[in-house]
């Protein structure tokens, strides 16, 4: 459970992380597209928050069929902690590309993403991305506990038929001969 979540908290993970990390290269006096560098710090930073999920998965292998509430726990966490730690990196991002992301003045007719647009949407997709998260999560929760109390109840086998038992007049072979 823990991997199937981490992954849409990875892609939430790694806006955060484009959001606190990135900044544009300066040359000279104009700013371009930021270097393989930063962008290679970006993507590991945001493999964070995935690694410690995927942690909480194996230490929740210990507690058998009761590990999926921890792993799941922790993914709801996580999706509460995402989102709050981009908010404050908003501000931060629009200051280091004054220019916004197209590196284009806001005044220009070629200007395609205005200052602060890209941030704010960048926000707009955490959010939802792990609202749709959350929404994962505490369905694995609801279905671990609906299959603990059909276990608990006893209604956890499926009936079949014994091998001594009449078939009513029907072959017991398989397959053919």
């Not at 790694?14 to 990390?21: G, H, M, V």
């Amino acid at each position: 459970m823990a991997v199937l979540i981490s992954v849409p908290l990875y892609l939430a993970a790694l806006l955060t992380a484009s959001l606190a990390l990135d900044k544009p290269r300066l040359v000279g006096t104009r700013e371009r597209p930021p270097t393989s560098s930063t962008e290679a710090t970006v993507w590991a930073v945001a493999l964070i928050v995935p690694a410690i999920l995927v942690a909480a998965g194996v230490v929740a292998l210990a507690f058998g069929r009761f590990g999926l509430y921890l792993s799941s726990g922790v993914g709801v966490v996580l999706c509460f902690v995402v989102p709050s730690l981009a908010h404050g990196w908003i501000g931060r991002h629009e200051r280091r590309f004054p220019l916004g992301m197209d590196f284009v003045k806001d005044s220009s007719a070629s200007n395609l993403s205005s200052r602060g647009e890209w941030e704010h949407a960048a926000y707009d997709t955490i959010v939802s991305i792990t609202h749709w998260t959350l929404v994962l999560a505490f369905g694995a929760i609801a279905i671990g506990i609906l299959l603990e109390v059909r276990r608990r109840r006893g209604a956890d086998a499926i009936p079949v038929a014994r091998t001594g038992e009449p078939t009513g007049g029907a072959s017991t072979l398989t397959g053919s001969s």
